[in-house]
């Protein structure tokens, strides 16, 4: 018989298919039992009706424990008030797999808990809908780069010199010589860019940091478009017609998965270019007033970003950061004391979600960056080439990906926003 | 002035456009000078002519050396002979960064000196090519996989267990405990997998391997589809489908870039599913026939998978491996001194490019394997966990990128395949 997946079981209505699956959720009275069962695609309500089904199987059905693997026979029916219009009228099934004492349960658990039942949370209804919502989230980022002149570019992972100091790097025996773990492809996707025109890259990036917040995690990973000729404005005005595009495009084919969520997305729908731009500058003028504990001069804490975010109904931009806070290869801004950096404050309070700028292209500026910061010049002698044969003004950015799907998803903690998380007290599963 | 891409001029004939790029070649005669400048899109020849372009940029063109970076303004000519159609009458241009001794020139360099230099080896015509090449190729196979119902859900890189023993591991110190850089993500996509039906992962792997081959890198891209539900026949089905795509796709798109490499694409154009399956008992007795050094049980060399696939004008499935020579996560055949793996070999010698096969789904059976193989039960209590809770017959396979590029470009050595290669002699730049 036809195997058809849930989504599909629309299409079929009136016809005797198989589908394939898990044990979902199970209710039984004296004369019909009900089984949910999940496939990946969808849940389907399974009628198991005495004088309907063979009574060898509605005996049968009291071993339908949660995530019992299960094929089932029978007929398509549609069916408006049940999950995805249609029911499955069980004609026969085959236990596959049995589950005994599944773990997780309706019952509520402790986070701990279900981070340690990672492989098996990733089937509940939740976890499978934010999953669903990040695979589309990069399907979009790729998408709108792809459509839009950029060639996907993978940078290294594992390098001997390292972007922005190495206080914060995971370090790895590469065959007797230290090799870091990227904690940004950055450097990289500058060289593809002078070669390619528009890059970007994708992949895993690194912090060895031992913050315990519900924004970090020591794996993460990052799109990073660098783009040859551009400035920061070009740059802004790019950020926010991929950062809309992104979440549109979600919004519309994700549907199911927000009401899941219970996400209201009213605030995702106003995210449309333009966004408004506030230097650093401005933006301090207001903390000033409004947070006591915030220093000028200094990187915003959340609670700034916060501040500084609620008083739009879009992502907004802060640019032109002081010199000090910021890496050492962001361009000088006209007044030496700022640079030309841009981060992207997400609404709600989800904070800084992209975060790029202006990149230097002076050969001498860099090398004063690079001593400045205190970096090994020799390890940079190939970043410097870049401004030594042909520079040019480039810019680009990097968007966190478990942090825009957290936004996206409205969950706060981003440990649910990628498949395995990895943070100072999770490496397993 | 309207600033357009290189591969964009021929919408902009009788135009005065601007172009931004590098200086690629440069022709100087009496009373004529032709700049052939590179944007990263493409190549176009402008032309400085004594009486059409402005004396002071007649003169000032001698300093246009190779690399360096350059804004044109000109008028867009249609010219059938000229490289993309078209030719730049120069107006005006403006040297952005100059390019004084650049190290890669038009004569013959080592290939020591070229991996020194990869950041700017990159700009290289045929370099160029084959990355675009690899973007396509990247893009066709996620875009094949997107479009038929598989989710992408990353797999992580860092972990505290391995998939296939710790001899070629890379260890990282993670807060004071070991953890391992991944070697594959299938394990963790079997669990995906069991969430969402059909998934993949992409993602960098890492092999501390010391061999200094053409066909090995120390780190490297994979993708690795993983469908629940699914046997070694319909795994196989889908690599072929996936794989004809996937080439059939490079070869329409890249035509520009296959001829720069000067590929004979006559073998290519007969990737069309279905490929010939032989088993590894059949292809063992050929071998014993043809390869004095081949012994029957043992895994094939280069040489060998060459033989093989030589008798074949498509790529070639070998299946059903001595148990001896695979992962401990193979399910067994029928005759349980096999598995059910199945390794797609190229043509041409370019060798394995896809491994895959069924998984154990038997409980007790995996507990033996890793117990046979020498592991820890204790690491993989969480993957035993997925044949505990309703298991379900799944098969899958890893497709290596780098491989699959040098195989579409005709390109013998790995390392160009790949923007930064890692081998045990490169970690820089």
Redesign the interface.
């Known amino acids: 018989m036809k195997?058809v997946?849930i989504?599909d079981l629309k299409d079929h209505i009136g016809q005797d298919v198989a589908i394939?699956g898990?044990?979902y959720n199970f209710r039984s009275s004296k004369n019909i039992k009900f089984v949910i069962v999940r496939?990946?695609?969808g849940l389907v309500q399974s009628v198991i009706a005495k004088g309907e089904t063979p009574d060898e199987f509605f005996d049968k059905a009291e071993e339908l424990t949660q995530?019992?693997?299960i094929e089932i026979q029978g007929t398509i029916k549609s069916f408006e008030r049940a999950i995805g219009g249609v029911e499955l009228g069980v004609k026969s099934f085959k236990i596959?797999?049995?589950?005994?004492d599944?773990?997780i349960t309706p019952k509520e658990h402790g986070t701990p808990f279900l981070m340690e039942?990672r492989?098996?949370w990733?089937?509940s209804k939740k976890?499978?809908a934010i999953?669903?919502v990040?695979?589309r989230t990069?399907?979009a980022m790729?998408d709108y780069l792809?459509n839009n002149?950029f060639?996907?570019?993978?940078?290294?992972?594992?390098?001997?010199?390292s972007c922005e100091g190495t206080s914060t790097l995971?370090?790895?025996?590469?065959?007797g010589?230290k090799?870091y773990?990227s904690q940004s492809g950055q450097l990289?996707a500058e060289?593809?860019?002078?070669?390619?025109?528009?890059v970007y890259t994708f992949?895993?990036t690194?912090r060895?940091e031992?913050s315990k917040t519900r924004r970090h995690l020591?794996?993460f990973?990052m799109l990073e478009p660098e783009m040859?000729?551009y400035d920061l404005e070009m740059n802004m005005d790019l950020i926010e017609n991929f950062v809309s595009y992104v979440v549109q495009t979600v919004l519309k084919d994700c549907k199911d998965e927000l009401v899941i969520l219970e996400r209201d997305t009213s605030s995702l729908q106003k995210v449309i270019a333009p966004f408004p731009r506030i230097s650093y500058s401005d933006a301090a003028d207001i903390l000033e007033k409004e947070c006591p504990d915030f220093v000028r001069g200094g990187d915003f804490g959340a609670a700034h970003e916060t501040v500084v975010s609620q008083r739009y109904d879009k992502p907004v931009f802060v640019y032109d950061f002081p010199k000090v806070i910021k890496g050492f290869y962001f361009k000088e801004s006209k007044d030496p004391q700022f640079v030309r950096g841009c981060d992207l404050l997400a609404p709600e309070g989800f904070g800084e979600i992209v975060g790029g700028g202006q990149r230097e292209?002076s050969y001498e500026k860099l090398v004063e960056g690079i001593n400045h910061h205190g970096l090994n010049l020799e390890d940079y002698k190939?970043?410097l080439?870049?401004?030594?044969?042909?520079?040019?003004?480039h810019a680009g950015f990097g968007i966190g990906v478990e942090r825009t799907v957290g936004w996206i998803c409205g969950v706060h903690h981003i440990r649910e926003t990628?498949?395995?998380p990895?943070t100072?007290n999770n490496?397993?599963?």
Not at 96 to 100: C, D, E, Q, R
Not at 151 to 161: D, F, Q, R, Y
Not at 385 to 393: A, F, H, I
């Open positions: 195997w997946y989504k394939k898990w044990v496939d990946g695609t995530e019992t693997s596959i797999g049995k589950s005994v599944y773990p039942n492989h098996l990733l089937r976890q499978h999953m669903r990040r695979a990069i399907k790729r792809d002149g060639l996907g570019l993978e940078s290294p992972i594992l390098s001997a010199n995971f370090a790895c025996d590469y065959f010589e090799a773990l990289y060289a593809s860019a002078m070669a390619h025109g528009k992949g895993p690194f060895a031992k020591t794996e990973w040859a000729y292209d190939w970043y080439d870049l401004r030594k044969y042909g520079t040019v003004p990628i498949p395995f990895r100072i490496l397993r599963p």
